[in-house]
């Protein structure tokens, strides 16, 4: 299994190019090392700020960067970020329109036992809610690494969101399929659509083959853009399909189910089953223990898509 | 500075005006803090039409976003947009001149609004401004009911630990909040102390609506090396006029045809009394 974050594909990536950008900025809140920048703070100082736990002030700061021309990346726990900052996000990067990268590290329940505090169930749902403010949710290290290049490339404002954990490969070096804001086509079948976000593709990914050995055959999405959620992509997939099951690791209101089931309720309507965490605080475990509790694996995924099927 | 002196009297009545024509605005805190934006644009900063987007401009947030119609006056003195544009169209559906500042009018750099977030802005513009060797200065302008926001101080320590000289922030000091008196909602008696403590350095304008004054206090600041500061501008909410001065009331009221009248040759009385 690899054995390396998606959080550290970032930093890869921003070390690579601060070499020949000189208006990339790394900005955390007493964060580095959860956000494994820490070898980016240490060889590029001069492009790192720290602002301590401050998260209102690390997004205010990176806003103010921007506007003088900067290309900040603020990398905090998706927690603090998402609903902390909320404010700043709202009025100083989306409203403003200031060309900051929210980077949401930790993300979803990644914190495991140490409770609701510090999970994040709720950024999905919040940053969305946001006009121009974009949404992403890579679902490995490459997948990883293509956004990021992608988003150095424009000056809009974005929130990514990226798990704790080192999460296994989807694609790899030489293949992986990237178009900004379009959903990746893992496979097609046409008995049922596996819609997923972030760390959810794997097991959905990994359901689709267990459905395929009983016969049904499954297309999969890699929805790492939750918004601009890719409508086409939807259509295509539920239009073929006989029922729609989306995965998410977030609260069951508001994020990438919710908006699936808008776009198929309005074009292709059919039986749309939301997979996602439950309306509460989470039972007490490590991110797969809670996955496993919740059905959030490939097995879940696999019953889930049966029953939706009848 | 006596043309800024009897200039601040019109763009008084353009305030007015605009509040009168949009019914409703922030009119107490726009008396108070205009003459800070008159010193500002007038005099210390080097932002105009002219050089709206030259990297090397002065910086500007209005963290009292909601003083925006003494923004749009002094914005229009400048040469920014047509007062008369803004006094018709002020508040009214569709309209470009909102009751808040908003960055997609020229010579508006951030959209403002909820409070406590212009400090932590304008750290970052000055901290770009370090990074690229840029001799440019960042300018914000806080009320002093603001100044319970936690992410106020957030940003003080942050412009305190990078030592943003480049910095410059104001607080309309002028006594009253929405529910009133400041020391009676949230006591903020020691500023002086509190930034101070913060590692700012810190300039005491006895008179905040005190053209001559400002432009002094903000001359020294450019003067000091090594940390940011910040003038407390001790000012007069409602200032210009008798019918306003010193009332909570006033915070967002819109004058009626008589008060309008009153306000209006109060203004012209001390116009004349400049000279």
């Known amino acids: 299994m690899n054995k390396i974050p998606n959080r550290q594909a970032i930093c890869d990536v921003l070390m690579e190019k601060v070499k020949t950008d000189n208006d990339i900025v790394v900005l955390c809140s007493d964060s580095r090392g959860s956000a494994s920048l820490a070898p980016f703070a240490k060889e590029y100082p001069d492009h790192f700020i720290e602002t301590g736990i401050a998260e209102q002030n690390l997004v205010g700061i990176s806003a103010g960067l921007a506007k003088c021309g900067k290309k900040p ?115 097609e079948g046409g008995d049922v659509a596996l819609i997923a976000c972030g760390e959810m593709v794997r097991p959905a990914y990994e359901a689709a083959k267990l459905l395929e050995e009983k016969g049904i055959h499954a297309t999969v999405l890699d929805m790492y853009c939750v918004k601009p959620l890719d409508k086409d992509a939807v259509i295509k997939a539920a239009g073929n399909a006989k029922a729609v099951v989306t995965v998410e690791e977030h609260a069951p209101f508001g994020g990438l189910g919710s908006m699936v089931s808008q776009v198929v309720g309005a074009n292709c309507p059919k039986k749309v089953v939301n997979l996602a965490l439950p309306d509460a605080p989470v039972i007490t475990g490590t991110s797969k223990e809670v996955f496993d509790y919740y059905g959030l694996n490939a097995e879940g995924i696999a019953k889930a898509a049966e029953e939706a099927l009848g | 500075m006596a043309d800024l002196k009897a200039m601040s009297y019109d763009l008084r009545k353009n305030v007015v005006d605009m509040i009168v024509e949009g019914k409703g605005g922030h009119i107490g805190g726009d008396m108070s803090v205009i003459d800070t934006l008159i010193a500002l644009y007038f005099d210390a900063m080097n932002v105009g039409p002219e050089n709206m987007d030259d990297p090397d401009r002065d910086r500007f947030v209005m963290s009292k976003g909601h003083c925006v119609e003494a923004l749009y006056a002094v914005l229009a003195a400048k040469g920014f947009f047509p007062i008369e544009e803004v006094i018709a169209n002020f508040s009214k559906f569709g309209s470009k001149y909102i009751g808040h500042p908003n960055n997609k009018l020229p010579g508006i750099e951030m959209n403002s609004g909820s409070l406590g977030h212009g400090l932590p802005v304008a750290t970052g513009m000055a901290l770009a401004g370090k990074m690229d060797a840029r001799d440019y200065r960042v300018y914000t302008v806080m009320g002093d009911g603001e100044l319970a926001e936690g992410s106020v101080w957030e940003g003080a320590m942050a412009a305190s630990h990078y030592k943003l000289d480049n910095l410059c922030a104001v607080v309309d000091r002028n006594r009253l909040q929405i529910s009133g008196n400041t020391e009676d909602v949230m006591a903020h008696d020691d500023l002086h102390e509190r930034f101070k403590s913060f590692g700012w350095n810190v300039i005491d304008v006895a008179d905040g609506n005190d053209i001559d004054q400002l432009i002094a206090a903000f001359a020294e600041a450019k003067t000091v090396k090594g940390k940011p500061t910040v003038l407390i501008a001790n000012t007069v909410k409602g200032c210009g006029s008798s019918v306003m001065e010193n009332k909570a009331a006033w915070h967002h009221k819109v004058p009626t045809a008589e008060e309008y009248e009153q306000i209006i040759k109060d203004f012209a009385d001390r116009k004349g009394a400049l000279s």
């Open chain 1, 73 to 187: 990346f603020a990398a905090s726990p998706a927690c603090f970020l998402s609903t902390r900052s909320y404010e700043q996000c709202k009025v100083d990067v989306a409203y403003s329109n200031t060309n900051v990268t929210l980077i949401g590290i930790s993300g979803g329940v990644s914190y495991g036992a140490l409770g609701m505090s510090h999970h994040s169930a709720q950024d999905i749902a919040a940053m969305c809610a946001i006009p121009n403010m974009r949404v992403y949710l890579p679902s490995d290290r490459f997948q990883t690494a293509k956004l990021i290049e992608a988003l150095l490339a424009d000056e809009k404002p974005a929130y990514v969101r990226g798990g704790r954990n080192p999460v296994e490969d989807i694609y790899t070096e030489e293949n992986c399929p990237f178009e900004m804001d379009q959903a990746t086509v893992l496979c």
